[in-house]
């Protein structure tokens, strides 16, 4: 065996020479080993671990399975409290279910004691006469043996003859006494014998089997999960459910998790858990189980083949309401994660509305409603939010927190349209001006970044720094407005990525979330969202994200009569809640909790105070520019500008569609004048030759206080 160095050399930049002279051999030298015949060596770290049958062994191997020294429900004080209570409601219906039909029971009772009677009768004869011992003694008579004949005979009459006196006595006792209560202790003497008629209703049980107290049968409570059936229901959706090599295998037993049962399995090597999400719909029929009580889901903690199957053991539509944590007291901060709802185990869920916005969307009955009250009732009682609410549909679904709104607007014509931009207008100029104040505050003022935090507006008061949550509901209403649509993606964008640093929230609800109703530019900047039940995976994806139908987000699973229920993600990960449903009048007293709390803070301002809302607009005629430019084009004509313009905002440029060409060429060129921005002659081949134009390098670099 031999071995032949190679030394391959490289030039030497100039730069190189000031490096010392062993950083220039490691970077100008490289020798490499060959050696010729070897044999390949291997590539896998040995194996090392306790020998086998060791005490040691066999320690390590029950602590890295070992289950936990508490149960669950004793580490979890909620879930303890929940129990108890559940099992003391149950046994109190149970106790009173049975309490109300007892007059019921002593009838059947009543109705039996007949025929109770009578086989109390019969038996009393038969123990009277000693009837059991009369087939000994025939025997004794058909085998002629006389001594046996006569010893039974002589037994019989010693056992019946005390028999007869002592039924005799009990029946001339029990005559008498029932004669002397007649007449001394009617009412007594009533109540005894219909308590005696009753306990000897219990003898006359019908041969059919029929009970005699009234059983539920409750048909939504399941059965217990178990191994069989999740190896079963999995290879019945074309999974390999028998345990072996290639087949599915349990990563730990199937255990009691909450109202329900969990199971972890890992899948067949080169499954992904995603594809049973994808086929939830065809699991549950497999398990012969509700849809709404299957919930499969992905460890991705462990790997993407690792399935965690939850089946519910009742099911979760049909379950009783759970009441919203601020229902009766308590307030709220829009800093942090503030009660939104519950998913399938009964665990509470939080949504996080501060440096984020919000997306909801699900068709008509989908509870929109339920999920908009739980989220403005949330932030009403934060006393230091202020709230913007324009509620298109005119139904005044959300006015039982209309005495604390800084603007409430309830309507679907123009001009609550206009309104509704008006408000999106002014959280921009809110955040540009927020923005400002930020920029000149020293770095340690702001550690976790430029962005507004609760301690920033309590130590500035004057600055007016609290959140303000902008709710727009129906807002379809104004992306599809011919007059309005542009400006209002536009904004809407805009203040989705540009305000939120700044506590500037805008929450988005619609009940048509297609891709006409619902911009792209919109839908891709959100970072929350909210999909109730839709029809298909493209509604599915418009609101949650682009592939996440196919991660296994589905929406389109979900019922339109499981109102209110809904997949909440934030990023590529969602998980299944429904929000707390609040009646209308519950609602309304909120809102009284919540007008009290802000009354006694100071903090009401706007409307709330009688005050006239003006609402902001900051924007200039080149920021509009800006917004109507179509993208990747380096010049426009200015009659081009003049017409996207009048369509982007009427209010203010509509009236120049009414003048000649050069006339609103010229008009634009005044306004633009302003802001030192000028018009020129250009000639453009792809249009209609030369005319006056603009540039759109000629435009100020955009100023949008971030």
Not at 26 to 48: G, K, N, S, W, Y
Not at 434 to 457: C, H, M, N, Q, Y
Not at 530 to 537: E, G, H, P, R
Request: include cysteine; hydrophobic fraction near 40%; glycine fraction near 8%.
């Amino acid at each position: 065996m031999t071995n032949n160095v190679v030394q391959l050399h490289k030039d030497v930049p100039p730069e190189a020479h000031s490096f010392t002279e062993e950083a220039k051999d490691t970077l100008t030298e490289t020798i490499i080993d060959v050696v010729q015949d070897a044999a390949p060596r291997p590539v896998d770290p040995p194996v090392e671990k306790a020998p086998a049958g060791t005490w040691i062994a066999e320690r390590q191997a029950y602590l890295a399975e070992a289950p936990p020294v508490v149960p669950t429900f004793l580490r979890n004080a909620a879930e303890f409290v929940n129990a108890a209570r559940w099992t003391a409601s149950y046994y109190g219906h149970v106790a009173s279910f049975h309490a109300i039909r007892l007059p019921v029971y002593a009838l059947r009772l009543l109705t039996r004691a007949p025929r109770g009677l009578a086989r109390m009768v019969i038996r009393w004869g038969k123990w009277v006469a000693d009837t059991e011992a009369r087939p000994v003694e025939a025997k004794a008579a058909a085998s002629a043996d006389i001594e046996a004949w006569l010893s039974l005979s002589r037994e019989h009459s010693r056992r019946v003859r005390p028999r007869r006196i002592a039924s005799l006595a009990v029946a001339t006792t029990t005559g008498i006494t029932a004669l002397v209560g007649c007449f001394l202790a009617p009412g007594w003497s009533l109540t005894a014998t219909l308590a005696a008629t009753t306990l000897i209703g219990l003898n006359g049980k019908k041969r059919d089997g029929k009970p005699l107290v009234t059983r539920y049968v409750a048909t939504n409570v399941l059965r217990r999960l178990d191994s069989t059936e999740v190896l079963d229901a999995l290879a019945a959706i074309g999974i390999e459910g028998k345990k072996g090599k290639r087949g599915a295998e349990f990563a730990s037993e199937v255990m009691r998790d909450g109202p329900g049962w969990r199971a972890e399995v890992d899948l067949p090597a080169g499954v992904k858990a995603a594809e049973v999400l994808e086929k939830r719909e065809a699991l549950a029929a497999a398990m012969r189980r509700p849809i709404s009580t299957v919930w499969p889901s992905v460890d991705r903690t462990a790997h993407p083949g690792r399935l965690v199957l939850w089946v519910a053991q009742r099911d979760p539509a049909k379950s009783g309401r759970r009441l919203w944590p601020l229902m009766k007291q308590g307030t709220a901060d829009v800093y942090e994660p503030l009660p939104y709802g519950f998913d399938p185990r009964g665990n509470l869920i939080e949504i996080t509305l501060m440096y984020s916005n919000l997306l909801v969307g699900g068709i008509p009955g989908s509870g929109k409603t339920s999920c908009a009250l739980a989220i403005v009732l949330g932030v009403a009682l934060d006393p230091t939010a202020e709230l913007w609410i324009y509620e298109l549909k005119g139904s005044g679904d959300l006015d039982s927190v209309k005495p604390v709104c800084h603007r409430y607007v309830s309507g679907d014509e123009d001009e609550d349209l206009e309104a509704a931009l008006g408000g999106m207008r002014s959280g921009i100029a809110e955040y540009q001006r927020r923005a400002k104040f930020i920029k000149s505050l020293p770095a340690s003022e702001v550690p976790d970044g430029r962005r507004v935090t609760r301690a920033l507006a309590e130590k500035y008061p004057e600055q007016q720094l609290g959140p303000r949550v902008i709710v727009i509901d129906e807002v379809q209403e104004l992306f599809t407005h011919p007059d309005y649509k542009d400006e209002a993606a536009a904004l809407a964008t805009r203040l989705i990525k540009k305000g939120r640093a700044y506590g500037i929230i805008l929450i988005l609800l619609t009940q048509n979330p297609d891709a006409n109703s619902l911009p792209t530019s919109v839908s891709s900047s959100v970072g929350t969202r909210l999909c109730l039940a839709v029809m298909d995976w493209r509604a599915n994806n418009n609101v949650l994200g682009t592939g996440a139908y196919d991660r296994g987000m589905r929406a389109t699973d979900i019922s339109v009569d499981e109102q209110g229920t809904g997949i909440l993600a934030r990023g590529r990960e969602g998980i299944t809640v429904r929000a707390a449903f609040i009646k209308q009048t519950e609602a309304e007293e909120i809102g009284k909790r919540a007008l009290a709390l802000r009354t006694a803070a100071g903090t009401l301002t706007g409307q709330a105070v009688g005050a006239r809302v003006e609402e902001q607009d900051v924007e200039t005629i080149v920021d509009h520019v800006r917004a109507i430019w179509p993208d990747g084009v380096e010049a426009v004509h200015s009659h081009r500008l003049v017409d996207a313009l009048a369509a982007y905002r009427p209010d203010l440029y509509k009236e120049w569609l009414a003048m000649e060409p050069a006339e609103s060429s010229t008009a634009l060129s005044v306004a633009l004048k302003a802001f030192k921005v000028a018009t020129k002659q250009l000639t453009i081949r792809e249009c209609c030759g030369g005319a006056k134009g603009l540039r759109y390098a000629d435009l100020p670099t955009a100023e949008d206080g971030e």
